[in-house]
């Protein structure tokens, strides 16, 4: 079976950096997905990491190790906007198409 | 093009009640997903479209719920007997073949409430 652990709620400063860490376990593996969700929206994708390192986009960067199951989402210069739920997300089994999300975790940025 | 688009918003109906959703994809996009979300979880796989055939469908999928996406365009999703087990955020979610299966574009979701 699959299984993603993150967080459920992190809390930080505006202005400041913080890390969304995301453990998973699958049968197979085809990357690591991020998503950013604000209440009563629709999930958008941010990043995807298929081999180990690190991706960077903008202020968000997605880094992953395959050989510790492991990776993280890291945002910087947080601004309050940034406050949502974010989940990381495989694809669920071999051959799937899908994605298995995580629980999310709710990121509450503070002034 | 605006986006992947869902109607309704929302339904409220009564349990025993059949109900049918709707799901506008990005057009070209020849992907389609129906995932379901409650509230402090993530968006659980329901089915998934390739053009017009249905080639994946997760356990949750109960055969009170039946999908369909006729000419590979539009997709709906219906619901019968609903049970109040069945209230949750409907998603829908597109995807170029081009494009990674891991970059899924989510609609705003249909919000159901069974009473």
Same mark, same amino acid.
Request: net charge negative; glycine share 10%.
């Given at each position: 079976?699959?299984? #993603?652990?993150?967080?459920?709620?992190?809390?930080?400063?505006?202005?400041?950096?913080?890390?969304?860490?995301?453990?998973?376990?699958? @049968?197979?593996?085809?990357?690591?997905?991020?998503?950013?969700?604000?209440?009563?929206?629709?999930?958008?994708?941010?990043?995807?990491?298929?081999?180990?390192? #690190?991706?960077?986009?903008?202020?968000?960067? @997605?880094?992953?190790?395959?050989?510790? @199951?492991?990776?993280?989402?890291?945002?910087?210069?947080?601004?309050?906007?940034?406050?949502?739920?974010?989940?990381?997300?495989?694809?669920?089994?071999?051959?799937?198409?899908?994605?298995?999300?995580?629980?999310?975790?709710? #990121?509450?940025?503070?002034? | 093009?605006?986006?992947?688009?869902?109607?309704?918003?929302?339904?409220?109906?009564?349990?025993?009640?059949?109900?049918?959703?709707?799901?506008?994809?990005?057009?070209?996009?020849?992907?389609?997903?129906?995932?379901?979300?409650?509230?402090?979880?993530?968006?659980?796989?329901?089915?998934?479209?390739?053009?017009?055939?249905?080639?994946?469908?997760?356990?949750?999928?109960?055969?009170?719920?039946?999908?369909?996406?006729?000419?590979?365009?539009?997709?709906?999703?219906?619901?019968?007997?609903?049970?109040?087990?069945?209230?949750?955020?409907?998603?829908?979610?597109?995807?170029?073949?081009?494009?990674?299966?891991?970059?899924?574009?989510?609609?705003?979701?249909?919000?159901?409430?069974?009473?």
């Amino acid at each position: 079976g699959q299984s #993603l652990e993150q967080p459920s709620e992190v809390t930080a400063v505006e202005g400041a950096i913080v890390q969304i860490n995301c453990t998973y376990q699958t @049968s197979g593996f085809y990357g690591l997905s991020w998503y950013q969700q604000h209440d009563g929206g629709a999930p958008t994708f941010l990043s995807y990491n298929a081999l180990d390192g #690190l991706e960077e986009t903008g202020r968000f960067s @997605s880094f992953l190790s395959r050989s510790d @199951s492991y990776g993280y989402l890291l945002l910087q210069e947080l601004q309050m906007k940034d406050s949502a739920s974010y989940f990381c997300a495989v694809r669920d089994r071999t051959g799937a198409n899908n994605l298995f999300f995580g629980t999310g975790t709710r #990121l509450t940025v503070i002034p | 093009d605006t986006g992947v688009s869902q109607n309704p918003r929302h339904k409220i109906t009564k349990r025993g009640q059949n109900v049918t959703f709707r799901c506008d994809p990005i057009s070209e996009h020849n992907r389609l997903y129906w995932y379901r979300q409650t509230l402090g979880q993530g968006p659980e796989f329901l089915t998934y479209f390739q053009n017009e055939a249905q080639l994946e469908k997760s356990r949750l999928l109960s055969d009170r719920f039946s999908a369909e996406r006729p000419k590979g365009s539009f997709s709906t999703l219906e619901i019968q007997r609903t049970e109040q087990g069945d209230s949750a955020m409907y998603l829908c979610a597109s995807s170029s073949d081009r494009g990674s299966y891991n970059e899924q574009f989510f609609g705003p979701g249909t919000r159901l409430t069974v009473l």
